[in-house]
């Protein structure tokens, strides 16, 4: 999605992304300072580990990727140890190692919030990503990381700051949309308190831009928006037959956007 998301994003003075997920786009956009959050507080972890920890991070999080690891009964043990564990340091050193080897790279959790990726028997030993976390922990210095709802994140919102947010998607045509990143839910509701926090921020100066499924409900909620639609290869289902491309939309409101006093959401 990159090469036709990253065009859609205007130059600013600082990048927000409320729901940054594995920073596919904070790594690869160019601006000189950056928010980051995220709702799920290991990955933040990550991201903290990254910014503030990072040789110690990796070296502790590389011994897990061994043949001592490469295993079933290894995985369950380390899932085990990352669920059992309370500290946020120590969840984040097993993190990647549960991203690497568990089933499609997901991170899934049940509603009492624990961990339940199975095992997804790679035939080769997965390689550690020394240089991505290298460069990551570099351009960390240059971002204030956050954790919890996006409403925090986009309160920081200005003039200059464009906001991009890559939220759990609503429902496409073809089926229900995974949303299971945290135990709790994300449904309509939470998707109108964005498009409100986003109109707030748009008012404030800054440039907000959210993806989702191009559905007729999602037409309705970026009423008045700007619309980029195009199609999207899928990867992460389960069955390989339903892989396939989805339609997709960047909805876009500029700083000098005029936003209606009052609105349906």
């Known amino acids: 999605m990159l ?3 990253l065009p859609l994003i205007p130059r600013g003075k600082r990048l927000i992304e409320p729901f940054v997920g594995a920073g596919s786009v904070f790594l690869a956009a160019d601006f000189p300072e950056y928010v980051i959050n995220d709702a799920n ?4 972890a990550v991201w903290v580990a990254l910014k503030s920890r990072a040789e110690d991070f990796m070296e502790r999080a590389s011994q897990y990727f061994t043949k001592d690891y490469h295993s079933q009964e290894a995985y369950l043990r380390v899932r085990s140890d990352f669920n059992a ?12 190692y549960l991203n690497k080897f568990g089933f499609n790279g997901i ?6 919030g624990v961990f339940n990726v199975p095992y997804a028997r790679p035939k080769q030993l997965p390689k550690f990503p020394w240089a991505e976390m ?14 919890g709802g996006f409403a925090g994140s986009i309160d920081l919102a200005g003039p200059g700051d464009v906001v991009y947010c890559d939220p759990p998607y609503l429902d496409s045509d073809s089926g229900k949309s995974f949303t299971g990143y945290t135990g709790a839910t994300f449904g309509i509701r939470e998707h109108q308190a964005l498009v409100a926090s986003a109109l707030e921020a748009v008012v404030r100066g800054a440039t907000v831009l959210i993806s989702n499924h191009n559905t007729p409900q999602t037409r309705e909620l970026y009423r008045n928006w700007d619309i980029d639609e195009f199609f999207v290869t899928r990867s992460v289902a389960g069955d ?17 956007f005029n936003v209606p006093l009052c609105t349906d959401h």
């Open 240 to 256: 390989a037959q339903a892989r396939r491309q989805a339609r997709e939309l960047v909805a876009k409101l500029p700083k000098w």
């Open 41 to 44: 507080p290991d990955l933040v």
């Open 3 to 5: 090469p036709k998301l």
């Open 107 to 112: 991170y899934r959790v049940s509603q009492r």
């Open 85 to 96: 564990e309370l500290d946020r340091f120590e969840r984040a050193v097993r993190l990647p």
């Open 134 to 147: 290298e460069v990551a922990a570099e351009k960390l210095q240059r971002c204030m990381v956050l954790g």
